[in-house]
């Protein structure tokens, strides 16, 4: 089993900046593919962004593309998320996900959904 673990949230103007961290535990050693999804009250969870790590390939949504990035330490087990010029409808819980599965351009959204460890996420305020 994978814990994760989010850290970072917390409530900024919009413009600014927020640093997420997700820390796997476990036998993370088989994760291949982790990303960042996002959900805001009465709204569906939305794939934000995610990394195959095995390749080093990294995907974003449209809404992010441009001001996220993510990226991942040396030892494969720490997944960041850099978010610039955040937006009011940035505003969310925002959550890790990790899977053994690799992950393409196509497929990560649906993989970590189905298949994902996840952790209990970490609060985004944007205000204006």
């Known amino acids: 089993q994978v814990q994760l673990v989010e850290s970072g949230g917390g409530s900024v103007q919009a413009g600014g900046s927020l640093r997420l961290s997700c820390a796997a535990f476990?036998?993370?050693?088989?994760?291949?593919?982790m990303g960042w999804f996002r959900q805001a009250p009465g709204k569906e969870r939305e794939g934000i962004t995610a990394i195959w790590t095995s390749v080093g390939a990294t995907y974003y949504a449209d809404s992010v593309q441009g001001r996220f990035t993510v990226s991942q330490d040396n030892a494969k087990n720490t997944l960041y998320l850099q978010m610039n010029s955040l937006k009011p409808e940035d505003t969310a819980m925002y959550y890790c996900?990790?899977?053994?599965?690799?992950?393409?351009?196509?497929?990560?959204?649906?993989?970590?959904?189905?298949?994902?460890?996840w952790g209990q996420g970490t609060q985004v305020t944007v205000s204006s």
């Open positions: 996900a990790a899977t053994p599965l690799g992950c393409d351009g196509t497929s990560w959204v649906g993989r970590l959904r189905r298949s994902g460890y």
């Open positions: 476990g036998y993370s050693y088989n994760i291949d593919c």
